[in-house]
């Protein structure tokens, strides 16, 4: 998915570039699961009609509109604005780039906290 993402705004065009390329790569599996958060190309007329036309192997789920605890990937950002972009003192984007690539690289692992989603499953 990351041919002609450089400078391209993220919006419907491109989403669904993307599911197009899940079809493709994922052609055994007879259901694609998605999730998504509630960005308005997510809901777009293009989508609808894409999904009219692939939703029986493509289904999206959306996350609640405001639940970044139970959106891992709210947490990898957080982890990473404590420890990185908070206090740094970089000069340039790329200085502060390798500042996060080299936390990716050295960094141990963290867990994720798991609980929050073990109280939807039981409920």
């Known amino acids: ?38 960005a308005i190309f997510h809901h777009s007329r293009a989508l609808q009609a894409y999904l009219a036309q692939h939703g029986d192997r493509i289904v999206i789920h959306f996350l609640p509109k405001y639940a970044p605890d139970l959106n891992p990937i709210e947490r990898i950002w957080w982890h990473w604005h404590e420890e990185i972009t908070r206090n740094h003192r970089c000069q340039t984007i790329d200085e502060l780039l390798d ?9 141990r692992p963290f867990e994720i906290e798991r609980d929050v989603y073990l109280r939807f499953k039981t409920a």
């Open 1 to 38: 998915m990351t041919e002609g993402l450089k400078g391209e705004g993220r919006n419907s065009a491109l989403f669904i570039r993307h599911l197009e390329d899940l079809r493709r790569r994922l052609r055994r599996y007879r259901k694609i699961h998605v999730i998504c958060d509630n």
């Open 99 to 107: 500042l996060v690539f080299e936390w990716l690289e050295h960094r």
